[in-house]
Structure formats: structure tokens, C-alpha cells
């Protein structure tokens, strides 16, 4: 069964529950109310009949009496009511009307009466006649009438239990009639809502489908008013998240294809240089005197391509955390010293100068190795994108913490360019791909994850044509192990 037909009998059968028991209590609470109505009817006709027809001896208080044409002529009214009249003395035998053959009051009735208790019969007893014959089931009402205390006559007045039902048959009806007109509106509105809901699921559904498609742009209006809502407005998060996963993913791949083929290219050209210098020395077409330069030149570019691919290896190493530091506490500024003093050559090369300034010791908390591998590459890269400029490298102690800064002169960054600088295979300027150094595009992602290793910090400030700084914070130990601690889970 379909979820609308489903919804659709859930309401019907909800709102026919509903109009079925208001019905049932309705008609039960009219059936009593009918029979309350007659039984005050009865006992004001009570009231009436007694004061017409009783009569209290002036000389004796104690005689009862009686006016029977009062009653005659009350019971010829009564009788036109549909309404039967039988009066009993305080002995509880009947004093009206006589031609009228019936018990006498139950003694339980009677004892009720006599504690001047007005008694209704809901289930009345068949009244049999002086000719033999059963008269029509009634309904009474028992009321005692006292004088000086004293219990003087019982007014039984009856009414035709079959006229009442036949007030209350006929509200039935209209009771009736009033239902199936529900039943009819029920139906309409349980479709109406049915169709409302479903239409809502299908509409989620075909954008589902669209997602399936591999279409992520889908985005569906919420008025978050329900769960319904509340299930598009995930789905609307979900698509966004595909969206983004989806864009990521292609701008993963554009730069897995870029340094692929950067990749290829630099490995192509040392192994070629090499190749071909092999076999002019197999050939002996390179002359003696030249060897030594070609063995140079074959050393340089082996070790262009072990930088190619020690750098994809440290990088796989550091995302998936099989880097181990050795983390001890050293003098940051004998680190760098021989940074400037390895660099020197390659800021000659480009006409920069190189400069450290520090302290004569400035204690870091961080893995000696790793720390000068960060170090390199920030200064290496600066070195790459100045020319005739000014690097100049920087240390001190900050509150917890130790601050190395590197900054240039050089070309800068854009804004685009400061967002991706830290992502892998991405390059500033993809134009330098024949450089010795940032083949790859990998050195500065991996400065970045080096840093968050050492649970420090790196940031960079750049200004187009102006320059650049890089700033690394290697907070000391104690804070390196409060972090540890943070990052430990807990059971």
C-alpha cells in the first residue's frame, strides 16, 4: 500500500474514532438528559396533583383526605400528557384511582421513601389493569409528601417509557445523518492532508534522485515548521556537504594531475641528463677531462630526484602519523645559523642576502631534525620567490613559547594564493616548475603538518610586490604535554 493511502486510512480512521465517540457519549449524554427533563416534568405534575387534591382535617390534623374530582379532573389533564397518576396512603395501599389492579411499593422502594428519598425508575415495571392486560413499559418517578413530619401519601407518576425513546430514537437519527456527513468531510480531509504530506515526500524523493544522479546543486525551501522540514533542512546540509566533497575532490584531483605531470616532467629531465651521460661514458664520447663534471652533474640531479621522492614519502609519513618526534629542548639559533649557512649559495644565486637576527641563544622545545626541516623550506621558499631582495630570519622567546619568523622581500602573496598555500600540490607560482627546490608542491603542506605535530602554530602575512612573512610559535613543554593530554581519549 502506498505511503498516501496509508497517511490518508491513518486520518480517516483517526478522525472516525473521534466523531464515534463523540456520537456514542452525545447520544448517552441526550438519552440522560431526556429522561432527567421527564422526570422533573413528572415531579412538578406530582407537586401540582397534591396540592389540588389533599386535604387536611381542620379538627383533626391527623385526617387525610383526598378531593377525588380534583384528581379526576388532574388525571383527565395528566392523561392527555401521556402522563399516569397512582397515589398511595402512608400504609402503602393505593388511594388513586381504584379501578387500577397494582402492587404495593417494594419494601426497599418504600424504606427510601419513608427517609423522604424522591426515587427514579429507569427500568420500569409492567403496569397489568383490572381486564388482565399488560400496559406499556413506563418510567417513574416515587415522591413521598409529608405533614408534621409525618409521611401522609406516596405520588407515583409514570410516562410512557416508549414516548421518551422515540425523542431520543429521533436525535439518534439526526445523530446518524450528522455522521455519515462526517464520514463524507472525514474522507476529503483525510485525502487533502494525505496528498499535502506525500506530495511533500515525493518532492523530497526527486531531488534524492537527483543527488543519486550525481546532481548536488539540489536545494529544497523549509519553512521549519515539522520533522519534515527538519529532514530537509539535513537534506539540504547533506547536498551542501556532497557539494563541497565533490569540488574538493576535483580540485584534489586538477592538482594530483598537476604535480603528476610536474612530477613527471622533473623526474624525465634528471633521468634523461643521466641516461644520456651513462652512455656517452659507455661510448667514451665524453672526454676525459669532462668526466668529472659529468659524475658532478649526475650526483646533482640523483639528488633532485631523491628530493622528489623523500618528499612524497614524508608527506604520506605525517598524514598518517608514523612520524615520531623527539622532542627536547635546544638552542634555536645554532639551527638556524647553519640554515643561513647551507642557503647562502642559493640566496647568492637569486642576488638576495640572507640574514639571521637573534640572540646568542634562544631555547626551543621541538624535534631538532624536524624543526630544521621546517626551517629550511620556509627559507628556502622565500629564497625562491625573491630576487635581489632581502630574507632575513628571526628567533625570541615569547610568553610559553618560542616565535621564528622568516621574511622576504620578494613577489608576495594574493589573498586566493594565502588560502592554498597550505595544501598539497598546490603552487603560488606554477610558472617556476624548474627550480631546484619546490619541485613538488608538498613543502609547505608538510611545514604545516610538521607544525601541528609539535602542536604549534604557523601563520603568514603577504602583501602582493611587497613581501612576505612566515611566523612558526613552538610552544615549551609543559603546554607540548597539556596538549597530549587534551588530545588522549578517555574511556
Do not use: C
Given at each position: 500500500?502506498?505511503?498516501?493511502?496509508?497517511?490518508?486510512?491513518?486520518?480517516?480512521?483517526?478522525?472516525?474514532?473521534?466523531?464515534?465517540?463523540?456520537?456514542?457519549?452525545?447520544?448517552?449524554?441526550?438519552?440522560?438528559?431526556?429522561?432527567?427533563?421527564?422526570?422533573?416534568?413528572?415531579?412538578?405534575?406530582?407537586?401540582?396533583?397534591?396540592?389540588?387534591?389533599?386535604?387536611?382535617?381542620?379538627?383533626?390534623?391527623?385526617?387525610?383526605?383526598?378531593?377525588?374530582?380534583?384528581?379526576?379532573?388532574?388525571?383527565?389533564?395528566?392523561?392527555?400528557?401521556?402522563?399516569?397518576?397512582?397515589?398511595?396512603?402512608?400504609?402503602?395501599?393505593?388511594?388513586?384511582?381504584?379501578?387500577?389492579?397494582?402492587?404495593?411499593?417494594?419494601?426497599?422502594?418504600?424504606?427510601?421513601?419513608?427517609?423522604?428519598?424522591?426515587?427514579?425508575?429507569?427500568v420500569d415495571r409492567q403496569v397489568r389493569n383490572k381486564n388482565g392486560r399488560v400496559s406499556p413499559a413506563m418510567t417513574e418517578v416515587m415522591k413521598p409528601y409529608f405533614y408534621n413530619h409525618k409521611l401522609v401519601a406516596v405520588v407515583v407518576m409514570g410516562a410512557f417509557v416508549s414516548d421518551i425513546n422515540t425523542s431520543v430514537n429521533q436525535i439518534n437519527r439526526n445523530l446518524i445523518r450528522a455522521l455519515l456527513l462526517s464520514c463524507i468531510v472525514a474522507i476529503v480531509a483525510s485525502y487533502i492532508l494525505a496528498r499535502y504530506y506525500t506530495s511533500r515526500i515525493n518532492r523530497l524523493r526527486t531531488a534524492t534522485n537527483q543527488v543519486a544522479k550525481g546532481n548536488y546543486d539540489v536545494q529544497m525551501a523549509s519553512r521549519n515548521r515539522d520533522e519534515i522540514d527538519d529532514l530537509i533542512n539535513d537534506f539540504n546540509g547533506m547536498t551542501h556537504s556532497l557539494k563541497a566533497s565533490q569540488d574538493e575532490i576535483q580540485r584534489q584531483e586538477e592538482r594530483r594531475r598537476e604535480f603528476m605531470a610536474n612530477a613527471s616532467h622533473e623526474m624525465r629531465t634528471p633521468l634523461t641528463t643521466i641516461n644520456g651521460l651513462l652512455e656517452g661514458m659507455a661510448y667514451d664520447a665524453i672526454p676525459e677531462e669532462s668526466k668529472e663534471e659529468s659524475i658532478e652533474l649526475m650526483r646533482s640531479e640523483t639528488s633532485r630526484l631523491i628530493r622528489l621522492v623523500n618528499e612524497n614519502l614524508d608527506y604520506e609519513k605525517i598524514r598518517s602519523n608514523q612520524i615520531a618526534l623527539n622532542l627536547h629542548e635546544f638552542n634555536a639559533v645554532d639551527a638556524l645559523h647553519n640554515i643561513v649557512e647551507q642557503l647562502k649559495q642559493k640566496a647568492d644565486d637569486k642576488g638576495d642576502s640572507l640574514n639571521l637576527e637573534a640572540a646568542k641563544e634562544v631555547p626551543v622545545f621541538a624535534d631538532y631534525d624536524r624543526f630544521v626541516q621546517i626551517m629550511f623550506n620556509i627559507t628556502q621558499n622565500a629564497i625562491q620567490f625573491t630576487d635581489?631582495?632581502?630574507?632575513?630570519?628571526?628567533?625570541?622567546?615569547?610568553?610559553?613559547?618560542?616565535?621564528?619568523?622568516?621574511?622576504?622581500?620578494?613577489?608576495?602573496?594574493?589573498?586566493?594564493?594565502?588560502?592554498?598555500?597550505?595544501?598539497?600540490?598546490?603552487?603560488?607560482?606554477?610558472?617556476?616548475?624548474?627550480?631546484?627546490?619546490?619541485?613538488?608542491?608538498?613543502?609547505?603542506?608538510?611545514?604545516?603538518?610538521?607544525?601541528?605535530?609539535?602542536?604549534?602554530?604557523?601563520?603568514?602575512?603577504?602583501?602582493?610586490?611587497?613581501?612576505?612573512?612566515?611566523?612558526?610559535?613552538?610552544?615549551?613543554?609543559?603546554?607540548?604535554?597539556?596538549?597530549?593530554?587534551?588530545?588522549?581519549?578517555?574511556?
Open positions: 500500500m502506498k505511503l498516501m493511502y496509508q497517511q490518508m486510512l491513518g486520518f480517516f480512521a483517526a478522525i472516525m474514532i473521534i466523531l464515534v465517540l463523540m456520537g456514542v457519549s452525545y447520544s448517552q449524554m441526550t438519552r440522560r438528559m431526556v429522561y432527567s427533563n421527564t422526570w422533573n416534568s413528572l415531579e412538578k405534575y406530582s407537586n401540582s396533583l397534591i396540592e389540588q387534591s389533599l386535604r387536611i382535617s381542620s379538627q383533626d390534623p391527623k385526617t387525610v383526605n383526598f378531593d377525588t374530582t380534583a384528581l379526576a379532573n388532574s388525571e383527565q389533564l395528566l392523561q392527555n400528557q401521556a402522563v399516569s397518576t397512582t397515589i398511595y396512603s402512608a400504609t402503602n395501599q393505593i388511594v388513586f384511582p381504584a379501578n387500577v389492579y397494582q402492587q404495593s411499593i417494594k419494601p426497599a422502594d418504600w424504606k427510601k421513601l419513608k427517609n423522604n428519598q424522591i426515587i427514579h425508575k429507569v635581489n631582495g632581502q630574507v632575513t630570519l628571526s628567533a625570541q622567546r615569547g610568553y610559553e613559547e618560542t616565535i621564528v619568523k622568516v621574511a622576504d622581500t620578494g613577489m608576495g602573496m594574493t589573498e586566493h594564493q594565502l588560502a592554498n598555500i597550505w595544501e598539497r600540490y598546490y603552487k603560488a607560482d606554477p610558472s617556476r616548475k624548474n627550480t631546484k627546490y619546490g619541485e613538488s608542491g608538498l613543502g609547505l603542506s608538510i611545514v604545516h603538518q610538521l607544525v601541528q605535530l609539535h602542536h604549534g602554530k604557523i601563520s603568514v602575512t603577504s602583501k602582493a610586490g611587497v613581501g612576505t612573512t612566515f611566523t612558526v610559535i613552538f610552544p615549551d613543554q609543559h603546554q607540548t604535554n597539556s596538549e597530549r593530554v587534551k588530545e588522549t581519549p578517555t574511556d
